[in-house]
């Protein structure tokens, strides 16, 4: 009977702890998966059993941080660990070093390692295919980083196309803050390299953010668990808000519009082009800040608290106000660590435009590697610019009725969902198609039929809208209310919002937008 069970039993056993721990680039563990939930499950079994002990508690969460790196990213955990080292014996360094001769050595040192990674593998296919282009050269691209692994581990990646490692550009940006705040005297070095580990790896917001200033975050390491019964509902609460908005907004609202109107502009009239266009403005925003929502909610379930990425940003009534409550932890970054080393505003009018200009167009070769970004970082430079301009001779400056502030928030949202036209086009052809279509085949007798025809998209994006526009003090008021309901009324909440989830899901999971970055 035992060599029947383990003839008929084990190869499936072996089978499913193969799976467990093999890396599959097709199933990545992301928020929206079974597998990812049952994975935190086991991890907050264990975290709930340490979670008084900081040793253990800092090592165990690093590992299994590295696990979902692997199970997410493959190989490229590599790089992860090399960037960890690299900056953590660089800030050990720069803490006890007084020569200031050698500690600038240092952190150009930490600049040019870690920006050399992202720069490679983000930015080597843009900059050769930039430079066939323009000299009618044949420059082969060879991803270095396949062929080695392909070389020692016997595995067969594709070495013709770099591959952009998951998160890269956001546990890059973390490592470098860390370097520079140690350089800058403003914070000590962690005590060894799990904590730094741990600090650079926290896998909730590590593929896609937000992204966590070491200042911030390392502080809370080595501070005793706390988590409230309030706390404990706000992040059950951020959690389920992540996942309607991406799920039930973000994902059917592109699926079932947005993808199909990108995929072929010049067979969709200009109304549609339209539309789609101001439906991405929403998809972007319900996917990416659902996604931190959750990256919130799992890291205060396990007592560390995040800054909120993102504040009702379409409430904006200006450009400069959009881009600090728009993905709030790039920009503070860039402002910290660019513009203001750059010059900031110190050196006259001429000198701040620059700089301004340089720090979005940075931004949006952040975001990606083509010259559609570049476009699109250069425009919201422009918009800043102009405003800051604007708001000097502008006779609405002390008017505060709706109809000023409509004005203002319906001229800012309309210029930042222009600009996405770089950002959600594929390529540049892509891009005139769209706009042909909008300024030549409107046919604005369509409208109602649009609408109609995909009824049902409008319904959520009304609703979507809505939410985001309920007053501040209504929102925190809901979510005070749930965290304080009792365990069963949470648990009936969890059911109905993974019911209609369930019920609104597309045939495939859709990866989050953010996750290309």
Do not use: C
């Not at 997410?72 to 006890?96: E, H, K, M, P, W």
């Not at 593998?121 to 692994?149: A, C, E, Q, R």
């Not at 210029?415 to 390529?427: G, V």
């Amino acid at each position: 009977m035992f060599d029947t069970f383990a003839r008929i039993f084990l190869p499936h056993m072996h089978e499913f702890f193969v799976s467990i721990f093999d890396f599959n680039p097709t199933k990545p563990l992301i928020f929206t998966q079974f597998y990812f939930w049952a994975f935190f499950a086991v991890v907050y079994g264990v975290f709930s059993a340490i979670h008084k002990k900081e040793v253990p508690r800092n090592a165990f969460l690093f590992l299994v941080s590295l696990f979902f790196y692997w199970k997410t990213g493959g190989f490229f955990v590599s790089l992860l660990i090399l960037s960890t080292v690299v900056d953590l014996y660089i800030g050990n360094a720069l803490y006890r070093l007084q020569n200031q001769r050698k500690r600038k050595l240092l952190i150009a040192t930490s600049l040019v390692v870690n920006l050399f990674i992202l720069a490679y593998y983000k930015y080597t296919g843009f900059f050769i295919g930039s430079v066939n282009t323009l000299f009618d050269m044949h420059i082969p691209v060879v991803d270095l980083f396949s062929k080695w692994t392909n070389e020692i581990g016997g595995t067969h990646f594709s070495i013709d196309k770099i591959i952009l490692p998951v998160g890269i550009s956001f546990y890059t940006f973390q490592t470098l803050s860390y370097s520079i705040d140690i350089y800058r005297r403003k914070l000590e070095p962690v005590k060894n390299i799990i904590d730094f580990g741990f600090y650079v790896t926290f896998f909730p917001q590590l593929v896609a953010g937000p992204i966590v200033r070491a200042s911030e975050f390392i502080p809370q390491i080595y501070k005793k668990f706390e988590l409230s019964r309030a706390e404990f509902g706000v992040a059950v609460f951020m959690i389920l808000n992540g996942l309607f908005k991406k799920m039930f907004i973000s994902d059917y609202i592109a699926v079932n519009f947005i993808d199909r109107v990108f995929s072929s502009p010049l067979t969709f009239s200009g109304v549609e082009n339209l539309f789609a266009l101001y439906a991405y403005s929403f998809q972007v925003y319900a996917d990416f800040s659902g996604y931190t929502d959750i990256a919130i909610g799992l890291a205060l379930l396990m007592g560390f608290r995040l800054n909120p990425n993102f504040n009702s940003p379409y409430k904006a009534q200006s450009t400069g106000e959009f881009w600090k409550r728009w993905h709030i932890s790039l920009s503070t970054w860039l402002k910290d660590y660019l513009y203001i080393p750059l010059g900031g505003n110190k050196y006259g009018a001429m000198r701040t435009n620059i700089n301004l200009m340089l720090t979005m167009l940075i931004g949006g070769l952040w975001h990606g590697a083509s010259w559609q970004f570049v476009i699109w970082g250069g425009l919201n430079g422009v918009g800043l610019v102009v405003y800051k301009y604007w708001k000097k001779i502008s006779p609405f400056n002390n008017n505060n009725s709706w109809l000023v502030r409509f004005y203002a928030i319906f001229l800012t949202f309309n210029f930042i969902t222009a600009t996405r036209i770089w950002f959600r086009a594929e390529n540049m052809s892509q891009v005139n198609d769209i706009m042909h279509q909008i300024t030549t085949a409107f046919e604005f007798g369509q409208i109602g039929q649009v609408i109609l025809a995909y009824k049902y998209v409008f319904l959520v994006l009304a609703f979507g809208l809505t939410v985001h526009w309920l007053p501040t003090n209504w929102k925190t008021a809901y979510v005070n209310y749930f965290s304080q309901t009792p365990h069963w009324a949470k648990v009936a909440a969890i059911v109905v919002v993974v019911f209609a989830i369930w019920q609104m899901r597309t045939a495939e999971l859709q990866p989050f937008i953010y996750f290309a970055f």
